[in-house]
């Protein structure tokens, strides 16, 4: 077994939030060259290069990325059980830290409460909805466990791990008028007002790459999808909207889809470190892992098994 202190931990934990040894030796309250030499010792007892001491400021090794979720994961762990012995746990709990972008926290997630709920694990959830790079970036500090988010270049290689959620459209719909016909027709009208998502949100992103905008009429952007859904219920304009968050208001007339414009697609992915994490997590893991990914088949709208 490892002979590794657990100030060692925390020392490396806060290297590698000031990325800098001088200013983490005197937020640890140590001399730097007593500081430096835990740090090594860390390493040498992993037998792993954690630092890159080459760059400015210090850089973690892809070693120490992935060490960096098992040292949170560690302390995090010894946490609980403290607390638990001593009576001041929340039940024991495990404490699972999911990060998900605002409209896949919001439709998705309950969908998966069968993956994400482990009573036998005796666990409970937080969840943090963000901004698709806040999300990301809560994960990337390892300050999440799991990140539910669409697709990443970075985080679709070491040291992350990911499973395909499914295939998700975006939608171009309108609201409807009192018979049910869509208050816009973009066949008779090119100036069509449309509710664009700003170029440097992640749908923003999506719909420039594939050359999806919708016309020069644009009266609102916003990042927020359900903002955006609110105002196109309103009749403000048409804008597209990914199919998991209209499915209700397209099966009920609310909403109608305009032909005209080709389906855009997203996927959906579930992201966590390489690192091993705590039983819990690892539970939910694979159940995840036995029910995606949840491909959208002849039309079927991802995880809702009906056709659009």
């Not at 937020?27 to 630092?51: C, D």
């Not at 929340?90 to 409460?113: M, Y």
């Not at 959208?296 to 809702?304: P, R, T, Y």
Request: charged share 25%.
């Amino acid at each position: 077994m490892k002979n590794i202190e657990t100030k060692w931990l925390k020392d490396f934990l806060t290297l590698a939030e000031l990325k800098n040894f001088s200013h983490a030796a005197e937020a640890r309250n140590v001399t730097q060259p007593a500081f430096s030499r835990r740090i090594k010792s860390l390493e040498s007892e992993l037998g792993l290069e954690l630092i890159d001491r080459t760059k400015t400021p210090i850089e973690l090794t892809l070693a120490g990325k992935q060490f960096k979720t098992s040292a949170l994961s560690i302390l995090h762990q010894l946490d609980e059980e403290v607390k638990r012995l001593s009576g001041s746990s929340f039940d024991g709990c495990h404490t699972v830290r999911l990060s998900a972008v605002h409209s896949i926290a919001i439709t998705l997630l309950p969908k998966l409460h069968s993956c994400l709920f482990h009573p036998e694990k005796n666990t409970r959830l937080s969840v943090v909805a963000n901004e698709v790079e806040d999300a990301v970036e809560l994960l990337i500090d390892g300050k999440c466990d799991f990140l539910f988010s669409f697709y990443e270049d970075k985080l679709q290689v070491a040291p992350y791990r990911s499973i395909h959620l499914g295939r998700s459209y975006l939608y171009c719909v309108s609201a409807v008028d009192s018979q049910g016909n869509a208050l816009f027709d973009l066949s008779a009208d090119n100036d069509v007002p449309c509710l664009d998502y700003t170029p440097e949100s992640y749908m923003g992103r999506i719909i420039q790459r594939t050359n999806s905008h919708l016309t020069s009429n644009s009266v609102c952007s916003s990042s927020m999808t359900n903002f955006i859904k609110a105002l196109v219920m309103q009749g403000k304009g048409i804008s597209w909207l990914p199919d998991y968050a209209i499915r209700e208001e397209l099966e009920s007339g609310q909403l109608k889809i305009l032909k005209e414009r080709e389906p855009v697609p997203i996927d959906l992915y579930v992201y966590r470190y390489y690192s091993r994490l705590h039983e819990s997590c690892e539970a939910i893991w694979s159940e995840l892992n036995k029910i995606c990914p949840i491909e959208d088949l002849n039309g079927e709208s991802l995880l809702s098994g009906k056709t659009i």
